[in-house]
Every structure is written in structure tokens, then in C-alpha cells.
């Protein structure tokens, strides 16, 4: 089975955000090089410009672009994986910190990839069960190529407070591909969301946050997931759905309060 490690990756320009994040990376690389040297790492790497990262024993593919944003790097980073005829990409962050119960737990969770060709897996959060990929995110999300092909990343913009496009694509592959779906070995989870050492670089998010986006982001959020929650799948005309703009609620669609907003 061929697999690679699929980044999106976007470097500030401003210090001291941009040494930091070169930090990550590097940490990220290291950790991966650790863990599994013999898999592929393939960055969508955005203004990176002269930055090259540590070497590693796993090859690299570093695709070097422009500023993307989040969603137009997702659609690139799915756009060389198909190219490049991977059979599993597993997605992180560039700032990911990958946290191992054992010593083989790492080896148990590629071995699950190859018990499951044609699936997917997320790593469970544990907020509620409405949500239990909170946290998570699409870190180490594994994803098939006979998945991926059919289904590619939503078309929503959280860098045009559209709605938490990762959220929205996990409950669409939850309800829509549930016989592909299958677990991860227990042990094995990303941390960087949780680590009080350190505190990440604000971005969009922190903009949407200031700006009253982030209600308005959860609200869409919400909605699309109640939808496919119920249809099992996306309506035709989803975009139309989104809410530009509007004041925060901190109630969502079905009157539960904000926070966790994932439909399982």
C-alpha cells in the first residue's frame, strides 16, 4: 500500500510568527520521520519561499505556492494525492503534535489502513457525542484514494467565515460512508489543540473571533450538519444555505447551546 502524509502548510511573513511556525514544521517532520521514515510527506507549501525543512529519511514532495488560503490548499494537496496515485494520505496540520500511548501504536494505526483499503478514519476527540472529533480536526485523518475520489473536501471557505469546512466533511463522510468508516488503535492522537506549553500563531481564526465570525461560521456549520445528518448526504444547493453575516447566537439550529456542533 502506498501512503503519503498530506500538509497544508502557509508561513506568515511577520516575526516572530513565522520563526515559529518554521519550528513546528520542523517538529512536525521530525516526529514523522520518528514514527514511520518509510511514508511520504507531500506539503502544499505556501509562502515558504527560501525556507527548506530538516531532512528526513521519508521522502519529500514540497509543493511551493503562493499564499492559497485553507480551502484552495486542501483542493491542491487532494489534486497531487490523486496525481501522484497514493492509496491513503493521513492529513495533519503543520503545527501537529502527534502524542503515542506505546511504543507500537504507531504501527498498530498503519496497520489498520491496510485492513481497510477502501476507508477512512478520524481520531475521536472525546467532547460529547455530538461531537467526537472536536479537537481533532482533520489530523491524523486517514482517507483512501477510492474515498477521496468520490468524495472531495466541501466547498466551504472558513477564511470567508463560510463554516468550519473540516467539521462539515468529516460528518459528510461519517453519514454518507459509514460502512468504510472504521476506528483507530486506541493510543494514538494529535495534541497540539490541547498543549499548554505553547500557544499558536492567531491567523484567520483569531480574525473571525474579533470580527463576530466565528458565530457565524458555527451557525453554518450547524446547519449543514443537521442536514446531512438527516439526508445522508449534502443538498445540491448548499452554498445557497450559508449565512453571510449575522449576529452570534450562542444557540445552535436545534437550541442546543454552541460549543460542540457535530451531528454523530
Not at 521514515?37 to 514540497?62: C, G, H, S, Y
Not at 466551504?156 to 473540516?166: H, L, T, Y
Request: with cysteine; aromatic share 12%; charged share 30%.
Amino acid at each position: 500500500m502506498k501512503i503519503c502524509f498530506g500538509i497544508p502548510s502557509w508561513l506568515p511573513d511577520k516575526e516572530p510568527d513565522r520563526s515559529l511556525r518554521i519550528e513546528r514544521i520542523n517538529r512536525l517532520f521530525k516526529q514523522l520521520n520518528d514514527l514511520w521514515p518509510d511514508i511520504d510527506i507531500l506539503v502544499i507549501a505556501q509562502n515558504w519561499r527560501d525556507f527548506e525543512p530538516i531532512e528526513t529519511t521519508n521522502k519529500q514532495a514540497i509543493k511551493k505556492y503562493p499564499e492559497l488560503g485553507i480551502l484552495i490548499a486542501r483542493k491542491k494537496l487532494r489534486e497531487e494525492f490523486l496525481r501522484l496515485k497514493y492509496d491513503y494520505i493521513i492529513m495533519f496540520d503543520d503545527d501537529a503534535i502527534i502524542k503515542c500511548s506505546n511504543n507500537h501504536v504507531h504501527l498498530d494505526y498503519i496497520a489498520e489502513l491496510e485492513k481497510h483499503p477502501q476507508g477512512f478514519c478520524f481520531i475521536h476527540g472525546g467532547c460529547n457525542h455530538y461531537h467526537p472529533y472536536i479537537g481533532a480536526q482533520l489530523n491524523l485523518c486517514a482517507i483512501s484514494r477510492f474515498i477521496y475520489e468520490r468524495e472531495p473536501m466541501v466547498d466551504v471557505d472558513p477564511q470567508k467565515k463560510e463554516g468550519f469546512e473540516d467539521s462539515i466533511f468529516a460528518c459528510l463522510l461519517h453519514y454518507k460512508y459509514s460502512k468504510y468508516e472504521f476506528n483507530p488503535p486506541e493510543g494514538i492522537k494529535p495534541i497540539q489543540f490541547n498543549n499548554p506549553n505553547e500557544k499558536a500563531p492567531s491567523t484567520w481564526h483569531g480574525e473571525a473571533r474579533k470580527t463576530g465570525g466565528l458565530g457565524v461560521m458555527r451557525e453554518n456549520t450547524s446547519k449543514l450538519q443537521k442536514y446531512i445528518s438527516e439526508h445522508k448526504d449534502l443538498p445540491k444547493n448548499y452554498k445557497e444555505m450559508l449565512v453571510i453575516h449575522k449576529p452570534i447566537s450562542n444557540k445552535t439550529v436545534d437550541g442546543r447551546r454552541n460549543g460542540c456542533y457535530l451531528y454523530f
